[in-house]
């Protein structure tokens, strides 16, 4: 069966390697149900994935309703004897579809700041992650681990790759922001996840926060590769931006074609902030021009002054033509 044909992708391995061991002795426990009714899984009021493809959806429906759900859900207990969902909400959705009555399940006590870590990991596994839902899932995850704010943890990845790449390893400076505590847990984290290192995460990925907002808009509900989106992000004016965003989604372009679109949109722009710098050339020349007339003696000269009221005569004949 190749992959396309899978009835789910989750790697629930990354949460493992982040829990522990313990993680997968709860697997085992004999006190979780193998299955349960549907209808007694609720799913938490706020999930770190946003978006959900309508058309993969459908297809993975398909796919459960002939082979069933071949890999648990994830959930935990709750007061009544009813489950939250903590992983595996893509797989829930696609069994709802199909109309399943009953899901495998691995049920596991959790609080709410593990189970909030969980949903991180596992949705970082996903095979359809785009760039941007991967960034911020692991600083999502970072905050956590680090019991820091966003903008501290930025912080400290930047100090942490300007040092690396600034000094040799035998720089104090350098030993110093690498022993630290909050340094050791990025590399430990990133290790775990095993998607990227650390430095390639600062490099590559944290610049995509800096995208403009309609863009980041479309980049995190997948409606757009993020090659396209980084590049029609080149474009300044918000209005060209948007209406290249629009048909790019439209009729599905490719980077080549988006390329070329800006490169025309580029151009235009450059040709008419050409001719707007000629016409503002030649008014100041009119006006210098006119300046230095009223000052000049040159009504003093019959023969000047017979070829300043020609000219004038000129000028009052092209203004009435307008």
């Not at 193998?34 to 994935?49: D, E, F, G, H, Y």
């Not at 796919?63 to 207990?77: F, H, N, Q, T, Y």
């Not at 970082?124 to 970072?142: K, M, S, V």
Request: glycine share 2%; net charge neutral; proline share 5%.
């Amino acid at each position: 069966m190749s992959k396309k044909d899978q009835p789910y992708s989750s790697q629930l391995k990354g949460v493992a390697a982040l829990l522990g061991e313990s993680f997968n002795q709860t697997e085992n426990t004999a006190n979780s149900p193998n299955t349960v009714a549907i209808n007694l899984i609720k799913l938490p009021p706020s999930q770190p994935r946003r978006y959900f493809d309508p058309q993969k959806l459908e297809e993975l429906s398909r796919s459960i309703k002939e082979l069933g759900i071949l890999e648990p859900l994830l959930v935990r207990p709750l007061p009544g004897g009813d489950y939250e969902l903590v992983a595996g909400e893509r797989r829930y959705r696609a069994a709802s579809m199909a109309a399943l009555a009953e899901v495998p399940i691995i049920s596991r006590v959790m609080d709410d700041a593990t189970t909030y870590q969980v949903r991180l990991v596992e949705n970082l596994q996903r095979e359809d992650l785009n760039p941007l839902e991967e960034t911020e899932g692991i600083l999502e995850l970072l905050v956590l681990r680090l019991e820091m704010a966003l903008h501290e943890v930025i912080s400290h990845l930047n100090r942490m790759r300007n040092v690396c790449d600034r000094y040799d390893e035998n720089s104090e400076l350098r030993h110093n922001v690498m022993s630290q505590p909050q340094t050791k847990i990025i590399e430990e984290l990133f290790a775990s996840l095993g998607r990227m290192s650390w430095q390639s995460f600062v490099k590559n990925r944290l610049p995509l926060l800096n995208l403009p907002v309609d863009v980041l808009e479309v980049l995190r509900s997948g409606q757009i590769e993020y090659t396209k989106a980084k590049a029609i992000a080149r474009l300044q004016d918000e209005k060209t931006r948007k209406k290249l965003l629009e048909d790019a989604i439209a009729y599905n372009l490719s980077l080549s074609e988006i390329k070329r679109k800006i490169q025309e949109i580029e151009s235009a722009a450059q040709s008419e902030s050409s001719e707007q710098t000629e016409s503002a050339s030649i008014k100041q020349r009119v006006d210098d021009t006119f300046q230095r007339f009223k000052k000049a003696k040159v009504w003093d000269d019959p023969k000047k002054k017979s070829k300043v009221e020609k000219l004038l005569a000129q000028l009052e004949a092209l203004m009435k033509t307008e």
